[in-house]
């Protein structure tokens, strides 16, 4: 951390142009020049998280606020780095809709297609499904791959939401497509959980990306720092919060709850 404005702000431009590929404003305001000497010259730089996963906390923060302006430059960063392929955007739509709803993933999926369109760029992206499958097997499927993912069974009990929805759907289909790595898949997660200010997803989300080892403590840690940057300290001392108790919880055995 640059402790000297000047130099401070030579690493948050050129740090910022790096990372959304476009330089920063001659004359700031005290806004800009925040999100310039703390956000890209302090976070961005710190070496507890890659890039990669950086580029997917914010994306999937600002998509979360509807606001088109940040979206777009970090789709436009990311595409242009090579941190993130237009086809795994197009997988992290989906997977942000999932826990976002349909009309945010909607304009987040516009966004995507507006600066792949400006850069030139078009991806084969497999489709939802082509071939038949097996309703039990289906079901079956799903379950299994709950336990994968969360550490723990799925809900009991026949409802429209935990079957038809969370074990045939979300688990069933669309946690398994091969086109994003598991790792990303948590960052989006965790950033629309804690958007959404849901408790319980707070939770066991937090809990998950621990316990499989996808995130580390400190990566979780780091997390939150970039996480509360894009979508305010309050939210920041919540997802906080959940970290500390579930590491907890994790280092002594227990489950989530």
């Known amino acids: 951390m640059q402790a000297d404005p000047d130099p401070r702000r030579a690493v948050g431009a050129r740090t910022m142009e790096e990372v959304v590929c476009k330089r920063p404003p001659e004359n700031p305001t005290l806004l800009e020049e925040t999100i310039r000497d703390f956000g890209f010259a ?22 979360a606020t509807a606001l088109a302006d940040p979206l777009e430059d970090y789709v436009h960063g990311a595409l242009r780095s090579g941190e993130i392929s237009l086809a795994e955007l197009r997988e992290g739509v989906l997977h942000f809709a999932v826990y976002m709803g349909w009309p945010l993933g909607r304009q987040f999926d516009r966004i995507v297609t507006k600066v792949a369109d400006a850069l030139g760029l078009s991806a084969d992206v497999p489709s939802l499904r082509d071939r038949p499958w097996d309703p039990d097997e289906r079901f079956a499927f799903g379950k299994a791959s709950y336990i994968d993912i969360m550490t723990f069974p799925s809900p009991e009990g026949p409802t429209p939401f935990y079957d ?32 959404s200010d849901s408790p319980n997803p707070i939770a066991t989300h937090v809990y ?50």
């Open 42 to 63: 302090e976070i961005w730089t710190r070496p507890g998280l890659d890039r990669r996963s950086r580029y997917w906390i914010s994306i999937s923060a600002s998509a």
């Open 164 to 195: 038809a929805g969370i074990k045939n759907f979300v688990f069933g289909e669309m946690w398994m497509r091969p086109g994003l790595d598991q790792r990303a898949r948590r960052w989006i997660t965790l950033a629309c959980v804690g958007a």
């Open 208 to 257: 998950a990306a621990m316990k499989t080892g996808d995130a580390t403590v400190d990566e979780m840690k780091e997390f939150v720092l970039h996480y509360a940057f894009e979508l305010g300290w309050p939210k920041g001392s919540v997802m906080q919060t959940a970290v500390e108790t579930m590491a907890d919880r994790i280092a002594r055995g227990l489950w989530w709850m």
